[in-house]
């Protein structure tokens, strides 16, 4: 991850980078959100770690990161007999698109506050300082 504003601007950036980026997400995380929209099915977090080849302690992290942060959905599903599991999939790619959108717009709209309010903390001075 780059460490100020401009190096991550200079980086050659993939749509996989948005994890990261927007969510603070890890490789594996990619690697989850991957097999959930290549698998036509819901998948329970031991289906996760077995086709990830991971510990189930760790499929299940990063199924609650993803969560977190609203790139998946948990279901229920209810046995005959009584009880329940869950199983996760992926929620719809055009409806998290519009949310990082929103959320690049809000930063946008933050950084140029930001902007201005050094702008007018510090341009004045610089002007003031350069006329005497």
Known sequence: MADSMSEMLRQDMQCEGLF???HNLKGIDRDVFRLLNETNK??????????IDRER????????????AGFIQK??????HGGYYHV????????????????????????GQ??????GKYG?????????
């Not at 279901?75 to 005959?80: A, L, R, S, T």
């Open 20 to 22: 990261e980026c927007f």
């Open 42 to 51: 819901p998948l329970t977090v031991d289906d996760i770690a077995n086709e």
């Open 57 to 68: 302690s760790t499929a299940y992290r990063s199924v609650q990161r993803l969560m977190q």
């Open 75 to 80: 279901e229920q599903v209810n046995y005959d």
């Open 88 to 111: 996760y999939l992926p929620r719809d790619a055009d409806e998290i698109a519009q949310e990082m959108q929103r959320m690049l717009n809000d930063w946008y709209a933050q950084m």
């Open 114 to 119: 930001l902007i201005g309010e050094f702008s």
């Open 124 to 132: 004045n001075k610089l002007e003031a300082s350069t006329v005497e």
